[in-house]
Every structure is written in C-alpha cells, then in structure tokens.
C-alpha cells in the first residue's frame, strides 16, 4: 500500500479543531496562561486564575491598590497578551476582588 499527500500530526489536530468550534476556546486557555508573562509572575501570583468571556478578561485580585494599579495597565495588558497569541483575543481586561 501506498502512501500519498502525507500530512503531520499537527495539521490533522488543526483541522479537527477548526471543524468542532474548539479553536475559540483553545484561544481563551492560551490567552490566560499568556498573563502571567504579560504581567510578571509575581503580579500574577498574587491575582486570581484569570478567565475570558465574549473576549472580556476578569483577574481577580486581592486589594485595592493593586486592582488600581493594573488598571492603568490595562491596554498594555490586552495588546500584550494578544502579541503573544497573534491575533485578538482578549478585547477588554476587568479586575474584580
């Protein structure tokens, strides 16, 4: 038997992706695991797990001047995180308690 047009284990995942609707989801994990090199691990371990909906990240965190503080960062934060990832992601990031 004969093997013809041999593709790669990566492209068959990207297409089994692709065809589920998956690829969102797979998109907003990557973007959650991207904040921490965004903002640093430290800053990070001191926020809570972050999670996306409609593209809305919401970290929480513990105190109010530090909720204050990565306000000010926000756009820095959201063009970070979707340097990262190449392509948009994340639209708007909130910080709760």
């Known amino acids: 038997m004969e093997r013809r047009d041999a593709v ?4 068959v995942l990207r297409e089994c ?6 690829q969102g989801r797979l998109d907003e994990v990557r973007a959650c695991e991207a904040f921490p090199l965004v ?5 990070a371990s001191m926020c809570a797990r972050p999670w996306i909906k409609n593209g809305v990240m ?5 105190n109010a001047s530090l909720r204050s503080e990565l306000n000010m960062s926000r756009g ?9 990832l190449g392509k948009d992601v994340v639209r708007e990031v909130m910080f709760r308690n």
């Open 76 to 84: 820095r934060i959201v063009r970070g995180i979707n340097e990262i």
């Open 58 to 62: 919401t970290i929480g965190t513990p």
């Open 39 to 43: 903002v640093g691990k430290h800053i």
């Open 8 to 11: 790669t284990v990566g492209d």
């Open 17 to 22: 992706l692709e065809k589920s609707s998956m």
